[in-house]
T-cell receptor, first 111, second 113 residues
């Protein structure tokens, strides 16, 4: 049972490049989330989804897009990467009012 | 939407002391209150949670208390050990209307031996 899997684990981008982070869960969770974690800033919500085909903005959505075409996958896209998007990104999934399970994180550096 | 305030942001204790971290929330309809622990370089993981029909829950050296009237819940760690050093997050979970899982800013706990 894999739980929540994020790919890639590490990535270095040049300013202006694009990339997609993939989150996959095998627990049949309805809710999926993308967070970014910066020193001293906690876990800030970027976008989330409450079911297949749905997405919603979180606290810091600018510069990111998401899609949830299949229940088990939640994709996070950066269309034109900026140095301010250098961060550690975590995906998570859960049932409402139940434990959330996190992926192992993606360390992204934009130069 | 839900707002979660967590205090303190940093906490330093001596091994064997107790540590208390407090969170306040804004949505009176919230009924599930989790705490997560994140060790350096790792992913956050649930350590304890409580539902609104109980006031306290214990699991060995950790406990969570809930005061629904005041809208706050607290994490208590007794007999702290160096391996308790980590960042701790409280969270306000989604409600049935489809809100998101929102975390407090985190508390960095340092336990010195």
């Amino acid at each position: 049972n894999a739980g929540v899997t994020q790919t890639p684990k590490f990535r270095v981008l040049k300013t202006g490049q694009s990339m997609t982070l993939l989150c996959a869960q095998d627990m049949n969770h309805e809710y999926m989330y993308w967070y970014r974690q910066d020193p001293g800033m906690g876990l800030r919500l970027i976008h989330y989804s409450v079911g297949e085909g749905t997405t919603a903005k979180g606290e810091v959505p600018d510069g990111y897009n998401v899609s949830r075409l299949k229940k088990q996958n939640f994709l996070l896209g950066l269309e034109s990467a900026a140095p301010s998007q250098t961060s550690v990104y975590f995906c998570a999934s859960s049932y409402p009012t139940e434990e959330a399970f996190f992926g192992q994180g993606t360390r992204l550096t934009v130069v | 939407g839900e707002n979660v305030e967590q205090h303190p942001s940093t906490l330093s204790v001596q091994e064997g002391d107790s540590a208390v971290i407090k969170c306040t929330y804004s949505d009176s309809a919230s009924n599930y209150f989790p705490w997560y622990k994140q060790e350096l370089g790792k992913r956050p993981q649930l350590i304890i949670d409580i539902r609104s029909n109980v006031g306290e829950k214990k699991d060995q050296r950790i406990a969570v208390t809930l005061n629904k009237t005041a809208k706050h819940f607290s994490l208590h760690i007794t007999e702290t050990q160096p391996e308790d050093s980590a960042v701790y997050f409280c969270a306000a979970p989604p409600n049935q209307a489809g809100t998101a899982l929102i975390f407090g800013k985190g508390t960095t706990l340092s336990v010195s031996s």
